[in-house]
Nanobody, 117 residues
Framework: QVQLVESGGGLVQAGGSLRLSCSAS????????MGWYRQVPGQQRELVAH???????DYGDFVKGRFTISRGDAKDTVHLQMDSLKVEDTGVYYC???????????WGQGTQVTVSS
């Protein structure tokens, strides 16, 4: 079973920054895609950003250049740099990993991001 460990969430004022990190372990096959989704109460879970094994990146429409996803130096590690945070960015951010060989995806437990005005 693949395990994802997230860190970096917390409380920040509007306009500030946070850096989220996620590390995956325990996979017997290559992890092909890693990224972040967020859940705001009462709203649909949405893509924040993801990056493929080959370096292709997609961002959610709301990002507008404020967030940057990157691969870490360690294997199966990703970072999400979040700048110019807004109150509406508040929610639980979940790390996600997709293993194509298994046609399966895995989720972290989530980390809370709270942006205050």
């Amino acid at each position: 079973q693949v395990q994802l460990v997230e860190s970096g969430g917390g409380l920040v004022q509007a306009g500030g920054s946070l850096r989220l990190s996620c590390s995956a372990s325990g996979s017997n096959f290559e992890i092909n895609v890693m990224g972040w989704y967020r859940q705001v109460p009462g709203q649909q879970r949405e893509l924040v950003a993801h990056i493929t094994q080959l370096g292709s990146i997609d961002y959610g429409d709301f990002v507008k250049g404020r967030f940057t996803i990157s691969r870490g130096d360690a294997k199966d590690t990703v970072h999400l740099q979040m700048d110019s945070l807004k109150v509406e960015d508040t929610g639980v951010y979940y790390c996600n990993a997709y293993v194509a060989r298994q046609r399966n995806e895995y989720w972290g437990q989530g980390t809370q991001v709270t942006v205050s005005s």
